[in-house]
């Protein structure tokens, strides 16, 4: 007998809402019966009671919030499917979503303009008998993830989220066929993703249709790959040495332009080793003006008890700055007035690519 | 009650206490000091003075290093500082940034 699923809706806004089960409940094939709740509280009642089998819910809520929400459910209710909504493009509140467990993290904009793929997703998520698969990848690398998905043959698109960089990996009967990162396509993109060592995956639906770019068996691509970064760990070699650092600079210098930045300037944070700036002259000052501006903004925070520091921006009539830390170093990236787009998503993109 | 009050403060001491974070604007001249408020006086006063003097610190190190910038915006997870400099110090804006209340416009910084 066809059982017939129960979806749940959670979001405080009561348009949203009605929009949603109108989309939901003409376009899903399987015809679910769809359920609302404007309150997490609300939401947890009809979770007791009821036979839910999916849960969408909002981020942004007043009281209990979408990613309490979901830790609550995550524990509470281990087998129900999850799919945390946003209407702000945060990487950081998409991290959090599948640190949590969610199943997928869709952005509500996204969703209106992509409603089709949205519902494949749905479809997908609503079909996947409880019986089969296992859910939650930890300590595994890329590679493994990569090996398991063309080992059983499937047909996926892998995207694959590090931070503010997003990659892509179309796998057709088990053989990579295409892959896609930061302007870089086919092998070049798949070397370059490997070099990634965390970062968030999902799987989105099969694009049969992609076409073809790399044609070399899965098992070769992952060796060669293996050779190269153990050649470069172990090489003393000074030529090859140099090359690699010039590869990397190239790549750093390629980045900034695509992205229309005018410079950048790395600096230590604990004052040990060298700055490193692309696309200045004025090292010095602007590795002084880095250094102070992340103190006195660590400082400030840390009497304010404000929270962590997420950047430090300004402006005059010739320039924007915007000042962010990573890890152990303090970058000042240097955007033209007229740059347009989030310059602080932009400027994330950019440290987070440094390195990789 | 008292009593019990008195053995509970003595072995735990006192609960800590919640600072509020602040709201408003504040005016300060070029040493930092500040001219106008309008942040809730219970607001520790000299915490915004320090708040004042490393927003007037901030531009003068940009200043020092070839950038004057007319503004500044220090984001924090739940605060947001923007400073724009005046010709004799700086007028400083606070926001707290709750899950209720709109993120400012990202496209400018």
Redesign the interface.
């Known amino acids: 007998m066809h059982t017939r699923y129960k979806i749940l809706l959670l979001d405080d806004d009561a348009d949203w809402l009605s929009l949603c089960c109108e989309l939901l409940g003409n376009s899903l094939p399987s015809k679910p019966e769809i359920l609302t709740a404007n309150t997490a509280r609300r939401a947890l009642t009809l979770l007791e009671t009821e036979q839910i089998r999916l849960l969408i819910c909002d981020l942004?809520?007043?009281r209990i919030?979408g990613l309490q929400m979901l830790a609550i459910v995550r524990r509470r209710f281990p087998e129900l499917r999850t799919i945390a909504l946003s209407g702000?493009e945060d990487e950081e509140f998409r991290s959090r979503a599948y640190a949590l467990g969610v199943d997928l993290f869709w952005l509500k904009g996204e969703m209106q303009r992509n409603s089709k793929l949205f519902v494949e997703c749905l479809e997908s998520l609503l079909g996947r008998d409880t019986g089969a698969g296992f859910r939650g990848i930890q300590s595994k690398s890329l590679m493994d993830i990569i090996q398991m998905e063309c080992l059983s043959r499937s047909s996926t698109v892998l995207r694959i989220t590090r931070g503010p960089l997003i990659a892509k990996l179309w796998v057709q009967e088990g053989e990579l066929i295409d892959a896609e990162t930061d302007g870089a396509r086919g092998e070049p993109a798949f070397q370059r993703l490997l070099a990634w060592r965390t970062g968030t995956f999902e799987n989105l639906p099969a694009e049969p249709n992609r076409s073809r770019t790399i044609f070399k068996p899965i098992n070769a691509l992952l060796l060669e790959s293996a050779q190269s970064m153990d050649e470069e760990a172990t090489s003393g070699d000074p030529e090859k040495l140099e090359s690699t650092n010039h590869r990397k600079t190239i790549w750093k210098l390629s980045q900034l332009t695509r992205e229309g930045a005018d410079f950048i300037v790395a600096v230590p944070t604990d004052g040990k080793g060298e700055p490193e700036a692309l696309g200045t002259q004025?090292v010095s000052?602007?590795t002084?003006?880095t250094q102070?501006?992340n103190e006195?903004?660590l400082?400030?925070?840390e009497?304010?008890?404000?929270?962590?520091?997420?950047?430090?921006?300004?402006?005059?009539?010739e320039?924007?700055?915007?000042m962010l830390a990573r890890g152990d170093r303090a970058f000042l990236v240097g955007w033209p007035t007229d740059a347009?787009?989030?310059?602080?998503?932009k400027s994330r993109k950019l440290v987070a690519s440094w390195d990789s | 009650m008292g009593f019990i009050k008195n053995i509970f403060n003595r072995w735990f001491g006192h609960a800590p206490t919640v600072?509020e974070?602040?709201s408003g604007s504040v005016t300060v001249d070029l040493e930092g000091s500040i001219v106008t408020s309008t942040v809730s006086s219970s607001f520790p006063q000299s915490?915004l003075r320090?708040?004042g003097q490393?927003v007037v610190?901030?531009f003068r190190?940009?200043r020092?290093?070839?950038?004057?910038?007319?503004?500044?915006?220090?984001?924090?997870?739940?605060?947001l500082?923007t400073a724009r400099e005046l010709r004799g110090g700086a007028v400083i804006f606070l926001f707290p940034q709750t899950?209720?209340m709109p993120?400012p416009n990202?496209?400018r910084?």
């Open positions: 942004r809520m007043p919030d702000l004025s000052s602007l002084h003006l102070k501006a006195l903004a400082r400030l925070g009497r304010l008890e404000a929270g962590p520091l997420l950047h430090v921006a300004g402006q005059n009539v320039r924007q700055v915007l347009s787009g989030n310059l602080a998503e | 600072r974070l602040p915490i320090q708040v490393d610190a901030l190190e940009a020092a290093a070839q950038m004057p910038l007319a503004e500044v915006s220090l984001q924090f997870g739940s605060l500082i899950a209720l993120r990202e496209n910084l």
